[in-house]
């Protein structure tokens, strides 16, 4: 019951999430769904679930919609980390109506304590949680959802949506940061990793 895959093991929902934030520069119901898609797909995501009260073969899928996401405030399934272990994952919204920002932000993201169940999380230097393994798959993720449908910008962390966005940075990165990020440029998206470890 404790595997970092189980709806049903409550600590795998606990403990915040590692994710991948997209402010997307639109705030349009079509737009935002075909976001919330591009980065379901980039993801590999296997299911789409309203429930984490019930395991997926226990519930009936639902539409991997905007209109899904606003009845349950969270779309559900399981994502495959890199080394294949298998976990829960979620994804949200922040729409820009509930807030009074000029975009909708939509956050991919892996839950600290499923991450704790699979046993790579260390603490100090060599920890799972963002190591350059980690951010770089997240970075593909948004990267292949780029191509798709392109966004304003990326952040790449623990709990990193909305803590800065694309006008406050003026299209480029710090040169020094704790967080990764995707910011689109001339030459298409780049992937800018972590610059200072705590």
């Given amino acids: 019951m404790n595997s970092p895959s189980s709806f049903l093991y409550h600590p795998n929902w606990c403990g915040g999430s590692y994710e991948l934030a997209i ?3 639109t705030r349009d119901d079509a737009s935002f769904e075909a ?3 591009a980065v379901w797909g980039a993801a590999g995501v296997q299911g789409c679930y309203g429930r984490k009260d019930l395991e997926p073969e226990e519930q009936v899928s639902v539409p991997c919609t905007a209109a899904s996401l606003a009845e349950f405030h969270a779309l559900r399934g399981r994502v495959r980390l890199p080394g294949g272990i298998e976990v829960v994952c979620h994804v949200m919204a922040v729409r820009s109506q509930e807030w ?3 975009s909708d932000w939509l956050d991919f993201g892996i839950p600290m304590g499923a991450l704790e169940a699979t046993g790579l999380v260390s603490c100090g230097r060599d920890s799972y949680v963002g190591s350059p393994v980690l951010n770089a798959w997240f970075g593909e993720i948004g990267t292949r959802a780029f191509a798709k449908t392109p966004f304003r ?7 990193t949506s909305g803590c800065t966005d694309f006008a406050e940075l003026g299209g480029r990165v710090p040169e020094t940061s704790a967080i990764a990020y995707l ?3 001339d030459g298409g998206l780049g992937y800018h990793p972590v610059s200072v470890h705590g």
């Fill in 100 to 102: 009074g920002g000029e």
């Fill in 35 to 37: 976001f919330l898609q």
């Fill in 183 to 185: 910011m689109p440029g």
């Fill in 153 to 159: 910008l990326g952040l790449i962390g623990f709990e």
């Fill in 23 to 25: 402010e997307t520069g």
